[in-house]
């Protein structure tokens, strides 16, 4: 099949090669020449494990172009995917969605034959239905169909989400498009992923509350968590005793620093602000998105108190500073709200993330990059393992504090307290 895929950032880019990788002809599209020129020349602007064997893989067999012409682009194509971003609003918590709507009016001046048009776009409940409006002021409305599709791809491991999703949705009531877009995700149908064909509505609905409910599960199980350190409990155990009740589920119970990212933030937002417009109060989600935001603060009140209050020139060095492993990613990760109300305090900080330097950081009184997790837990007094990289993960701290013993506060829970206390460090996790 002719794919075009609009918008080239993670869930365009990922999507496109992967379908490409399927063998449909796939060209992704961006306004962005510097990016599609990149693209072209075999760099990959994102940093996503196993993305760039497959660009480089399916370019060479010409299965998949890389253009900056919308227009072209969507005349020869039979489906069209629009996969720009939704961010928050300036000041508001909606998403923004011109992006989306400029996209739609851009392709209605390019209908020549059928064409299915897509939101992989995480889109607010009705957006589909703008969208039909947009494009049927220029076009006949049996000339195009309108679907909602939403991803489920996680930055990091959006390869294997995308080849093995547990579900394909589709929204749509037209039995065509739902015919022709089942053929498109066969392959990945035959190999187990569940296909469920709903109303666009639904579609667009089903992707918000995911989210939120995710979002929930992790922001649940912190709150369990501060419960447990303060009677001795260890917050693993109550994960793996809840998680193996079918109707829980052991996934995403793992407790940490705030959830962060690109779109658990976004999307609770957004989806409050939908159901405001609709006169529901989901406060449910509310609450999520108020305890999420002050558990910041509580890490912050234990460190403070692990350092016995005195925060003041103390060397603090941070392992990993973005919102999760496998990305480069510091969209709404918690290092942001923690560094610099850290180095407001007097700390000095050095951080290590496998992934570089980070501009978010570069303008702060005493805040350092290092190059090796060695240079940046020299001389600390208090290490945090802020990201779960697979890097730190065996580090043998014995060898690295040779000169002093540093203070580990591993907010991953990642390795065990007993091995390291027996190796002479204090060590405070979380839900411990
Ligand atoms: C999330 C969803 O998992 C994807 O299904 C969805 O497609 C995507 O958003 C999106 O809407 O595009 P992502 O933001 O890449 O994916 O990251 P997650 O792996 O979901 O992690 C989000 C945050 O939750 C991270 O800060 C992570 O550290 C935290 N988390 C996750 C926990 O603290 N505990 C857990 O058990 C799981």
């Known amino acids: 099949m002719k794919l075009c895929m609009i918008g080239t950032g993670y869930v365009g880019l990922v999507s496109g090669v992967c379908f490409s990788d399927l063998g449909n002809d796939v060209i992704c599209v961006d306004k962005n020449f510097n990016k599609i020129n990149q693209l072209k020349n075999g760099k990959i602007p994102i ?14 067999n010409k299965r998949l172009s890389f ?27 909606g998403a923004d969605l011109s992006q989306i709507y400029n996209v739609a009016k851009e392709i209605s001046t390019s209908i020549n034959k059928f064409k299915i048009i897509i939101t992989k776009s995480t889109v607010p409940l009705t957006t589909g239905d703008e969208i039909e409006k947009i494009i049927s002021k220029k076009n006949n409305k049996k000339k195009f169909s309108i679907v909602s599709n939403p991803e489920f791809l996680r930055e990091g491991e ?29 392959p990945l149908i035959s190999k187990g992923a569940k296909y469920i064909n709903t109303s666009r509505r639904a579609a667009e609905l089903i992707k918000y509350a995911s989210n939120a409910f995710l979002a929930t599960k992790i922001t649940f199980i912190n709150e369990i968590a501060n ?67 002050n558990r910041s603060s509580l890490l912050l009140n234990r460190v403070n108190e692990i350092l016995n209050k005195k ?21 709404d990760s918690s290092s942001q709200i923690m560094i610099p109300s850290l180095s407001k305090k007097g700390a000095i900080i050095k ?28 001389g600390s007094d208090l290490v945090i393992i802020h990201t779960e990289w697979n890097d730190f993960k065996s ?34 996790s979380v839900g411990k």
């Open 227 to 293: 419960l447990c350190e303060k009677t001795g409990i260890n917050v693993e155990d109550i994960s793996i005793g809840m998680g193996l009740d079918k109707r829980i589920g052991g996934r995403f119970l793992r407790a940490g620093p705030a959830y962060g990212g690109s779109c658990f933030p976004k999307d609770t937002k957004a989806i409050i602000t939908t159901a405001d417009k609709f006169k529901t109060n989901l406060s449910v989600i509310r609450s999520v998105i108020k305890s999420n935001k």
């Open 47 to 60: 940093y996503e494990p196993g993305l760039e064997e497959l660009v480089l893989k399916n370019y060479k």
């Open 351 to 378: 951080y290590f993330d496998p992934t570089g330097q980070k501009n978010e950081f570069k303008k702060l009184k005493n805040v350092f990059y290092s190059k090796t997790i060695k240079e940046a837990v020299e």
């Open 67 to 93: 253009s900056t012409d919308l227009k072209e682009s969507v005349k020869k194509s039979d489906i069209i995917f629009i996969c720009v971003g939704t961010p928050t609003k300036k000041g508001e918590n």
């Open 158 to 186: 959006a390869i294997r989400d995308f080849i093995y999703p547990d579900r394909v949705i589709i929204g749509t009531n037209e039995k065509k498009s739902n015919r022709i877009l089942k053929n498109l995700y066969q």
């Open 395 to 428: 580090i043998n701290f014995k060898n690295l504090a040779k000169s002093k013993k540093f203070i580990i506060y591993d907010m991953r829970n990642i390795y065990s307290s007993d091995k390291i206390q027996n190796q002479g460090f204090k060590y405070y």
């Open 311 to 331: 925060i003041k020139n103390k060397k603090i060095t941070f392992l990993g500073v973005t919102f999760k492993a496998n990305t480069d990613d510091m969209r």
